[in-house]
């Protein structure tokens, strides 16, 4: 069992809409808590931390419940540029573990 | 505002061959992570050193060493490689003073390894 568990998806929406992607970790002494963003082939890339009282940034608001190590990211009014692969990640001891990813289309 | 840089972007090897790939962090961060991300897989914790010294080691084969140089940049040495060495290796850096406090990492673009 992967130590960060996400929908692989994929997800497959149209412009405009509201997606929410879930997360799940099982150390319970991790540390901080991210979501990045990696394009194809390329690398992963900081989109946001994610804090207990639950945080926003534009149309990304990312929440973390730690009594439920359920860490989600909720991307308001889609746009065809948020087509990417989504990371849950998680440090312990510094060190950045992250989930599978959830692969996230956005159609016209 | 700068990046991570690694060099090169791009490197063929043979089975059983060496390989060093090189990573200058961002300026004013001190500490750096190397991962390994694989075809299809997410990126895995290979190693990371903070003022040049080893700071925490994942799943690094033996036949991998690292270090972090007296600039701060860190270089990845890779000897008798294999076919299932053939990944995207990612560098990542941090200004944490203390890299178990899980402070944010910036990557750098990776370096592609194919080792035919």
């Known amino acids: 069992r992967k130590e960060v568990e996400q929908d692989p998806g994929p997800f497959n929406v149209p412009e405009g809409a509201t997606v929410a992607f879930n997360c799940t970790y099982s150390?319970?002494?991790?540390?901080?808590f991210f979501w990045y963003r990696q394009d194809c082939r390329k690398e992963p890339k900081l989109l946001m931390s994610?804090?207990?009282s639950g945080n926003e940034d534009g149309r990304f608001t990312a929440q973390l419940n730690r009594a439920s190590q359920y860490i989600s990211l909720l991307i308001r009014d889609s746009k065809l540029s948020d087509s990417a692969t989504y990371l849950c990640?998680?440090?312990?001891?510094?060190?950045?573990?992250f989930g599978q990813g959830t692969t996230l289309q956005v159609k016209p | 505002a700068a990046g991570v840089i690694q060099s090169p972007r791009h490197l063929i090897k043979e089975k059983r061959e060496t390989a060093t790939l090189k990573c200058y962090p961002i300026?004013?961060?001190?500490?750096v992570y190397w991962y390994q991300q694989g075809p299809g897989q997410d990126p895995q914790f290979l190693i990371s050193f903070y003022e040049k010294m080893q700071s925490d080691k994942g799943s690094i084969p033996d036949r991998f060493s690292a270090q972090q140089f007296s600039d701060y940049h860190s270089e990845l040495n890779m000897s008798s490689l294999e076919l299932g060495d053939s990944a995207l290796y990612f560098c990542a850096s941090s200004p944490g003073s203390d890299p178990s406090s899980g402070n944010e990492q910036f990557f750098g673009p990776g370096t592609r390894l194919t080792v035919l």
């Open positions: 300026p004013r961060h001190d500490t």
């Open positions: 994610v804090y207990s």
């Open positions: 990640v998680v440090t312990y001891t510094g060190k950045l573990i």
């Open positions: 150390n319970s002494a991790s540390q901080s």
